[in-house]
Nanobody
Framework: VQLQASGGGVVQAGTSLRLSCVAS????????MGWFRQAPGKERKFVAS????????SYADSVKGRFAISRDNAKNTVYLQMNKLEPEDTAVHYC????????????WGQGTLVTVSS
């Protein structure tokens, strides 16, 4: 399994950015795809997740109402639309995948850096 994340950059607070994660190497039917982030000096934290099959989503409280996760099954790509960005969103963002039958996030992408300036 390979997960290739992209779309990070340097933006000003209040603006938007969209991250992409292209998944390959297996069928992801019945799998979860997720986004996590790790700010400098802090632990990696959950941001959002989505199921490939039903599209059911879940979000961390800190991003509810600002971020939206979606997927394009035909392109095997998961997106994270980030709106109203805040300096506190500055972090390396990672995409990950896991089977629906487990809670372990099994596969990780390389990360893409998002920097939000005030």
């Amino acid at each position: 399994v390979q997960l290739q994340a992209s779309g990070g950059g340097v933006v000003q607070a209040g603006t938007s950015l969209r991250l992409s994660c292209v998944a390959s190497g297996r069928s992801f039917r019945d799998w979860y795809m997720g986004w996590f982030r790790q700010a400098p000096g802090k632990e990696r934290k959950f941001v959002a997740s989505i199921t490939w099959t039903s599209g059911r989503t879940s979000y961390a409280d800190s991003v509810k109402g600002r971020f939206a996760i979606s997927r394009d099954n035909a392109k095997n790509t998961v997106y994270l639309q980030m709106n109203k960005l805040e300096p506190e969103d500055t972090a390396v963002h990672y995409c990950a995948s896991r089977p629906s039958a487990t809670y372990e996030w099994r596969n990780w992408g390389q990360g893409t850096l998002v920097t939000v300036s005030s």
